[in-house]
C-alpha cells in the first residue's frame, strides 16, 4: 500500500497481552487460568457494548474491574486476589514482537498511534511501563467521544487530528468486531490473527490478515 500516511493500532490484545495478568498469577490460579482470563475479556468486552447501547457510559477501568467481579465469582477465585489482578492489568505485557515492529514503522516516518477502549491514564501507562513514549504520535481514547468501539465516533478521532482521508490510515487489531468496525469506516484494516481463529461475518470483506505485527512490514514496504 503506497498511500498510507498513518498506522493506527487497537491496544488490547493486539499491542499488548490481555492473558498476560492472569497468567502471572497461574500459581495461585490454577490450571484455570487461561479459561478465566478468556471470561474476564468477554465479560468486558460485553459491558462496554451493553452499556453504550443502553447509553449508560462508565469508563473502561470501571467496566474491567466489574467485569473482574463477576469472573471471580464464576470461576470462584480467591477474592483477595482482585487487586494483585487490577493491578496487573494495569501493566500488561506486550506481545514480544511489537517493539521491533513498531520501532521499523517510525524510522519509515508514518504517524503511529493508539486507537482504544482504554483511558487515557491507562493507555498512557501502559505506553509508560514499557518504555513505547518515543513511539506514538497519539493515544486515542474512546473518552474523548464517550461511546465505545466500534462505533463511528471512535474512528473519526484519527482522521480528525491528522487531515487525513480514511484510506489513508492502516488499522490493525486483533478483534474481528473491530478489524470490521475500522473497515466499514473506510479504514484499510488489518486483522491480527495470532490464534488462527475465524473471521465474524460483519458486512466487511477481509482483504489483510497477518499473524503477528511482523507481517504489517510486507503491507507498508
Known amino acids: 500500500m503506497k498511500n498510507i500516511k498513518a498506522i493506527i493500532f487497537d491496544a488490547y490484545g493486539t499491542l499488548f497481552d490481555v492473558n498476560s495478568a492472569a497468567e502471572k498469577c497461574r500459581d495461585r ?62 501493566a ?22 493508539i486507537l482504544s477502549n482504554g483511558t487515557p491514564s491507562l493507555l498512557d501507562g501502559l505506553v509508560k511501563n514499557n518504555n513505547f513514549e518515543n513511539l506514538f504520535d497519539d493515544l486515542f481514547s474512546i473518552e474523548q467521544v464517550g461511546i465505545y468501539k466500534p462505533d463511528s465516533k471512535v474512528y473519526d478521532m484519527p482522521i480528525q487530528k491528522y487531515g ?26 488489518v486483522w491480527v490473527n495470532r490464534n488462527n481463529n475465524t473471521f465474524d461475518n460483519l458486512d466487511y470483506l477481509l482483504k489483510n490478515e497477518v499473524k503477528s505485527l511482523k507481517g504489517v512490514l510486507a503491507i507498508v514496504k
Do not use: C
Open 29 to 90: 490460579i490454577g490450571d484455570k487460568w487461561e479459561s478465566f482470563a478468556n471470561f474476564w475479556r468477554t465479560t468486558q468486552l460485553e459491558y462496554t457494548w451493553l452499556r453504550s447501547l443502553m447509553k449508560r457510559h462508565k469508563d473502561f477501568w470501571q467496566i474491567t474491574e466489574e467485569s473482574l467481579d463477576k469472573s471471580i465469582k464464576t470461576y470462584k477465585i480467591d477474592p483477595s486476589m482482585k487487586n494483585d489482578l487490577l493491578d496487573l492489568y494495569k
Open 92 to 113: 500488561l505485557s506486550p506481545y514480544k514482537e511489537v517493539k521491533e515492529v513498531l520501532k521499523k514503522l517510525k524510522e519509515k516516518n508514518f504517524k503511529l498511534a
Open 164 to 189: 487525513i482521508k480514511k484510506n489513508e490510515v492502516l488499522f490493525l487489531s486483533a478483534n474481528t468486531w473491530d478489524v470490521s468496525g475500522g473497515g466499514n469506516y473506510g479504514y484499510n484494516s
